[in-house]
């Protein structure tokens, strides 16, 4: 009974010594503090798409394997090169981000960008048309004093974020 | 199932209690106790706030559709859903994937394994009170998600897995990322875990010997993961009937005797154990090669085939968007994460199948709520809950 009681008085001491421990030691915050930090993601990154229009074949691929339905195919003519294709549109209302229609893409005319905050003032601007999916997404900061950081794995603190 | 609640309430002595359904835990879920005093004379379980209909929608779909739409019945265990839809498929096709592809597979399962074996753990500790135990577990998934997202280029919803093989290869210097995340998820494990959660004696109190499940009931209810491995029964279905690459990666199955909440706590702490050594074994033993089968290699573009030789992306052919497997029935078992998952497959050699059945492993093991919380104390029922680590949206599909 009594080895009982000292032995759960060792480990409840021991509990709060290892809470204390990282209560108080700094710099062991493992989240991001999105708005102020900013991640670079990585280069593979399945973020929002970017349409080379010169490259696009008007196969419509990329329509009929999406899994969402969040790709149409509009006919398109360029302003300057008075190119003309049937070209897609993205519908981020729908889109899943599985990528599927930049691996199936035969030409390479559908590109990866590393942006994925698909965060828009107005609701009709989340649907990209093929204008807009030429340019592909810009997304400001959202706060004037966001900075990019980059992040790494440390085996001692989990993931440490560097500034770019 | 829902004749207590239409019943007239004849013993005022009894009350009922709901539970439910705006989020009592870790999903959407309503529970209705009969409640004696302190103690549940009857406890019904009543699933299906979160059902999407995901085999009737996958009626409607092509058959590379399919492979996003079934990651979303577990969104943390997206790998493990996807492996089990893509090996009943690769059935049908009668091909087989490349050693290598079968091997970043297994990687994949595995670092999603222990994703979501803490993230029961967090929802474990926040149930009995304890949110320091919520934030770290929590925390600690990140940088097994990093590593996720540095194969897959997405963190949760991968559809990293395609009939042949794999979307991509490794990235360059994988390994030494891989090396470290997996070193500070075993000293906190191993340490910090212990210390603040399972050898705290208020955890002791409220999980050791409750909700006892006997090894005889959990065989005749037909207890899948885990669970069934908590109370000693050695049943995984990566030994019984291996797929991938877990033939040739050498691992034991964990389970402990007891059956109570503490050791089913303890069962998923010995599987992260396990998922790291697996992970090592593959890190030093992935073989080189092709990520994806042969034929499918000859049909995309020439282009897109100068990206894979040099990047390693491997995209997809365009036979994918009219993909007609030949008319069949095939079974897959696979081990999810919290159990065995069953796909059953119809084919009708259409461009969509004719029929696909989904058996998760929350699905069958809802029946612990009515077995093991009739009878306990209205306390018991959080650590109880949290220690069965049940997700609705699995479940209800």
């Known amino acids: ?164 | 199932m829902k004749t207590s609640l239409s019943k007239q309430q004849d013993n005022r002595k009894e009350i009922e209690l709901f539970i439910g359904p705006q989020h009592p835990a870790s999903g959407h879920m309503r529970f209705i106790g009969r409640v004696d005093g302190d103690i549940f004379t009857n406890f019904i379980p009543d699933p299906g706030w979160v059902h999407r209909g995901i085999e009737k929608i996958a009626e409607n779909r092509k058959w590379i559709q399919i492979i996003p739409l079934v990651e979303r019945a577990a969104i943390l265990d997206a790998a493990n859903m996807n492996i089990g839809y893509v090996i009943a498929l690769e059935k049908l096709l009668d091909i087989e994937p490349p050693p290598r592809a079968q091997y970043l597979r297994t990687l994949l399962c595995e670092i999603n394994r222990i994703t979501s074996h803490l993230y029961g753990f967090g929802i474990a500790g926040i149930m009995i009170g304890s949110s320091t135990f919520y934030m770290w577990p929590f925390a600690d998934r990140e940088p097994l998600i990093d590593i996720a997202q540095l194969i897959t280029g997405a963190r949760l919803t991968y559809s990293y897995m395609i009939p042949g093989g794999v979307r991509r290869d490794l990235p360059q210097g994988f390994k030494e990322k891989a090396l470290k995340a997996l070193k500070y998820i075993e000293r906190r494990l191993n340490n910090d875990y212990f210390r603040i959660f399972f050898d705290n004696p208020v955890t002791k109190a409220r999980y050791q010997e409750v909700g006892v499940l006997k090894r005889d009931d959990a065989i005749r209810l037909g207890i899948v993961g885990p669970n069934l491995r908590a109370s000693n029964v050695k049943y995984d279905v990566r030994k019984v009937e291996p797929y991938a690459a877990y033939p040739e990666l050498e691992f034991d199955i964990a389970y402990e005797k007891e059956g109570d909440c503490y050791a089913r706590l303890l069962v998923r702490v010995e599987e992260i154990r396990q998922s790291i050594k697996i992970i090592r074994q593959i890190l030093d033993a992935l073989p080189q090669g092709p990520i994806i089968h042969k034929k499918y290699e000859k049909l995309v573009s020439l282009r897109k085939l100068e990206e894979y030789q040099k990047t390693g992306i491997f995209g997809l052919p365009a036979i994918f968007t009219v993909l007609r497997p030949p008319a069949g029935e095939v079974i897959s078992r696979v081990e999810a994460a919290r159990g065995e998952l069953i796909f059953h497959i119809i084919s009708t050699g259409e461009l969509r199948p004719y029929r696909l059945r989904m058996v998760t492993p929350s699905f069958r093991n809802i029946v612990l709520f009515r077995e093991l919380i009739s009878g306990a104390r209205v306390m018991d029922f959080p650590a109880i809950y949290g220690s069965i680590d049940y997700f609705p949206p699995e479940s209800d599909r």
Do not use: W
């Open chain 1, 1 to 164: 009974m009594i080895i009982k009681i000292i032995n759960n008085f060792y480990h409840h001491i021991r509990a709060i010594l290892i809470g204390l421990k990282y209560l108080l030691s700094p710099g062991i915050r493992i989240t991001l503090k999105y708005p102020d930090e900013l991640p670079i993601l990585p280069e593979n990154y399945r973020g929002m798409l970017k349409l080379n229009n010169e490259l696009c074949i008007s196969c419509g691929l990329c329509s009929q394997i999406c899994p969402a339905g969040a790709i149409n195919l509009k006919l398109f003519e360029h302003e300057q090169t008075k190119q003309v294709g049937r070209h897609p549109e993205v519908d981020y209302k729908r889109c899943i981000f599985c990528g599927f229609c930049i691996d199936i893409c035969p030409s390479k005319a559908l590109e990866l960008t590393r942006i994925h905050d698909a965060a828009f003032y107005v609701e009709d601007e989340l649907y990209y048309e093929v204008n807009r999916l030429i340019i592909g997404p810009k997304i400001d900061p959202p706060c004037m004093r966001s900075k990019y950081v980059i992040s790494e794995i440390d085996e001692v603190r989990g993931i440490v974020y560097r500034n770019a």
